[in-house]
């Protein structure tokens, strides 16, 4: 959590609601982490959730690293797995980190 | 979870870690999600998290309502208490968003 970096930058926020059915999830989402780290323009994760809801961003440099991933993402198959097993509802989005600030509390 | 509205609108992404303290936590949050709801320009909230650590996102008309809504939560001290006491990190992103789409499964 609390990656930082520069903005301008790319956030893809996708939001969803899980279904009962947990069969290789978390190997495909492990998998999806591995892979997206792996692409150009890749800045960082962070995701939390409590195995029902999940809220997962991924930060990109601009909009053509996106792309590409989301071109990679396709051929994994992983989406439309998504939408048949695992997900009840999911929203993506796209958007522009204008601004940024973080805290971090003092080491004791 | 899943709300939609038309693009563009903002997002202001909020990830933390939290510390063991949780005293007043849950009232608090509940409380600035109420408040937020009744400020101008809000458009909704979504939050997940397992209680160590959280992505809360409130999505806003403009940067105008987010700043109006920075300057209610100053007054409600709520911020300034989160430092003191239930973030060991966070980090606040201000974001446009530009585009979205959403998945919902068919009811069976």
Known sequence: MSEKFSPPYYAVIF?????????????TADHMVA???QQPGYLGFESAGDGKSTISISY????DSIKAWKEVS?????QAMGR???Y???TTRIALVER?????????
């Open 60 to 63: 990109w440099r601009d909009l």
């Open 100 to 108: 940024d600030y973080s805290f971090e509390a003092e080491q004791v």
């Open 35 to 37: 892979l997206a780290a």
């Open 15 to 27: 939001t969803n609601e899980r279904t009962e059915n947990t069969e290789g999830y978390a190997e």
């Open 84 to 86: 048949k097993k695992w």
């Open 74 to 78: 396709d051929h994994a198959t992983a």
């Open 88 to 90: 009840k509802s999911y």
